[in-house]
């Protein structure tokens, strides 16, 4: 057992802060790394997705490092390897040195958050494990939401290279990792082999995206080598996992989120650089608000949860959420304040929903499950995170508009309309899969600040 909870909840809050932060707060810079390496968005998306990309891989492959070494030699090397990178990233000349920059970042960011749950999970007396999640939850709420600002602030103040210098600070956490419990280390050979099958099938699936089908069918192929490989007694990932509904509903949902959240982040910048001639200072203080409402608002929002039923909670944050996208497809090509006003709704309502979807997790998982389905949850949240960008850098890259007498639709209200659709899929799903589970009230269970 952990003799400080506070002082480790403190750390791990920290620690999986900067995971999403990671991604996020070079989003605003994109334009202008995209300017100064004359790229275009699909191009300009591979310094999101080089990083995402690991992060997908680290949320399963944490996991079983977790049982060859000691969870703080792990952490101690996380907090390392993202100085290097952040160092890297700041001396880079040319994209590909920027890529494997955030590639090294994203190595090392993999770690914090399935680490975080695991020592939660296996380390916190069971009467804080609730309080526990629901603070990795609200870190990456806020990550994901405050990240866009600071990018935005430090990139318009000192160039787009100081967002780099903003991830390598996560250095001065380095004489706090000693709060981290000393785990027993397994004896087991790690599977370097699926590792790197699974890192090549999402690389080449990303890269086809973008166009290239032969890119495609070799991450098809490369993926039912790891499938084969992976039935094995020294396995990476246990999809017997996906069986249980619970998990794959949550993953699904997590994927969805995550997909259009990442994707407006992504978009957002670029057309109120492109449309309204915004800085990036003037970007980031468009959406400050909304973030701000969304930490001050985190209190009610566990009431709202504990009172009001998980089936419930969750279609009143999607609502949310869906009406800050409807706003801000009217906001496109109009005001700035009209997009300040529909991420407030935005920012809320994903904090409402990540939250919810943890809480849902912790309290019907099976505890036999709980370490791996939650790792197969954030499995599907990363590969949502990654995949947005991809996708919206793709159809950003084909300059459209559909027009008639009444009313014009540019790229960018295209894109919105799908997050839009999006979000309804994910009120369906909660309604078709989780009705049943989430309307069972839990007398015993109470959310914590």
């Not at 490989?229 to 990476?236: A, D, E, G």
Request: with cysteine; aromatic share 12%.
């Amino acid at each position: 057992m952990i003799k400080d909870v506070k002082k480790t909840i403190v750390l791990l809050f920290i620690l999986s802060f900067f995971n999403p932060m990671g991604g996020t707060l070079v989003i605003p810079a994109l334009p202008f790394i995209a300017k100064d390496f004359h790229l275009n968005s699909s191009q300009s998306s591979w310094v999101f997705i080089g990083y995402e990309l690991m992060l997908i891989v680290g949320s399963v492959v944490y996991g079983r490092l977790a049982q060859a070494f000691k969870l703080r030699t792990l952490l101690y090397g996380c907090i390392l390897l993202t100085t290097i990178g952040g160092l890297i990233a700041l001396v880079s000349s040319n994209l590909l040195l920027l890529i494997v920059a955030r590639v090294i970042q994203g190595i090392a960011l993999g770690a914090p958050i399935p680490l975080s749950m695991l020592i939660i999970n296996e380390y916190f007396p069971k009467e804080k494990r609730k309080k526990g999640l629901t603070y990795i939850a609200l870190a990456i709420s806020l990550g994901t939401g405050l990240s866009p600002i600071i990018g935005g602030v430090t990139t318009s103040l000192f160039g787009w290279k100081s967002t780099f210098i903003v991830i390598a600070s996560m250095i001065i956490l380095l004489p706090f990792v000693r709060y981290i419990p000393n785990n027993k280390v397994q004896k087991g050979k790690i599977p370097y082999i699926t590792i790197s099958l699974l890192t090549v099938s999402f690389l080449f699936l990303l890269y086809g995206i973008h166009g290239h089908i032969l890119f495609l069918g070799i991450s098809f192929l490369t993926w039912i080598i790891f499938v084969v490989m992976n039935h094995t007694q020294n396995s990476l990932i246990n999809f017997n996992t996906l069986k249980n509904k619970i998990v794959i509903t949550v993953g699904t949902l997590n994927f969805v989120l995550m997909l259009t959240i990442n994707s407006l982040f992504f978009l957002t910048p670029i057309y109120l650089e492109d449309l309204n001639h915004l800085s990036s200072i003037e970007i980031g203080l468009t959406l400050f608000p909304g973030a701000i409402l969304s930490v001050l608002s985190m209190k009610l929002i566990e009431v709202c949860s504990s009172k009001f039923g998980s089936v419930t909670f969750l279609n009143c944050s999607i609502f949310t959420l869906f009406i800050g996208l409807l706003v801000l497809l009217l906001s496109i090509g109009h005001s700035v304040l009209y997009t300040s006003v529909a991420f407030l709704f935005i920012y809320v309502g994903f904090a409402a929903v990540q939250s919810e979807l943890s809480n849902f997790t912790s309290v019907h998982l099976p505890f036999n499950l709980m370490s791996e389905g939650i790792g197969m949850s954030n499995l599907f949240f990363f590969m949502g995170a990654t995949f947005g960008p991809a996708l919206t850098g793709v159809f950003l890259d084909e300059k459209f508009t559909i027009s008639n007498k009444i009313i014009t639709f540019s790229t960018y209200h295209i894109g919105i309309i799908g997050m839009g659709l999006m979000v309804l899929v994910m009120f369906f799903i909660v309604m078709l899969a989780m009705r049943r589970k989430g309307n069972k009230r839990q007398s015993n269970i109470h959310y914590h600040a």
